[in-house]
């Protein structure tokens, strides 16, 4: 079946880096990739669409230039958390869309970003 | 524009006993499909169970199966047989069968399963 692989699946950083988190799309080619951010036992909050090709679509209230996200290939798609700061710590899903046929959605198993 | 509710935030279930989680919904759309998503303390998100609107026929995967009432918009799960992995949170999640493909989610309803 569908996979994506999302890398790092922990990471910490030092206020004001950046962090870079991947997904990747392992047997499938993903066109589109959505992500997440996920507060503990809340619900998934949808950030933005990335497309293949073309400029990320972000959802109202989410920092452009906070969360730079990229849809290098067919395969790949970043999300860069920017000048991180401890209000960013979340845990940040991706998914890809199935086919239109089933309408199922791949999830990456999540990276917990913790900024300190 | 759509919405998804679950009134549930937290159910629990002995072990091998039947429990249902509820799940209503609202859109004016006639085509769209519902959701039902496991996500267990490794946080990985599983598809549970799948329903398209189109279909009367109820979707049943093993021991979960939905109760989908069309006019009453209300999309229930019932786990039969209740297993300790079956604890997890439960999210039930839409999606309109147009070029938007995003997914409109619940908020979840965290379930116990007692030994």
């Known amino acids: 079946g569908a996979v994506v692989s999302q890398h790092p699946s922990r990471v910490i950083c030092k206020s004001g880096t950046s962090v870079k988190i991947e997904c990747r799309s392992l047997?499938?080619?993903?066109?589109?990739m959505f992500w997440y951010r996920q507060f503990p036992k809340q619900s998934l909050m949808l950030m933005a669409t990335s497309n293949e090709g073309s400029k990320a679509t972000y959802e109202q209230g989410v920092e452009k230039d906070k969360f730079l996200i990229n849809h290098a290939s067919l395969t790949l798609s970043t999300l860069t958390v920017t000048s991180a700061h401890p209000e960013d710590s979340s845990f940040y899903i991706c998914?890809?869309?199935?086919?239109?046929?089933?309408?199922?959605?791949?999830f990456g198993s999540g990276t917990r970003l913790t900024v300190v | 524009a759509q919405t998804v509710t679950q009134s549930q935030p937290e159910m629990s279930v002995q072990e091998a006993e039947t429990v249902t989680l509820s799940c209503t919904y609202d859109t004016s759309e006639s085509d769209y499909y519902l959701f039902w998503y496991k996500q267990p303390p490794s946080r990985q998100m599983i598809l549970v169970i799948r329903?398209?609107?189109?279909k009367q026929q109820n979707a049943t995967e093993n021991r979960f199966s939905v109760n989908f009432q069309k006019a009453a918009k209300s999309f229930s799960l019932k786990i039969s047989d209740s297993q300790l992995g079956d604890a997890a949170m439960y999210f039930c999640?839409?999606?309109?069968?147009?070029?938007?493909?995003?997914?409109?989610w619940g908020l979840g309803t965290s379930l116990g399963v007692n030994p």
């Open positions: 999640a839409y999606i309109y069968a147009g070029n938007n493909r995003k997914l409109i």
């Open positions: 998914s890809a869309p199935g086919t239109a046929k089933t309408y199922g959605y791949t």
């Open positions: 329903q398209e609107a189109y």
């Open positions: 047997d499938f080619q993903a066109t589109t």
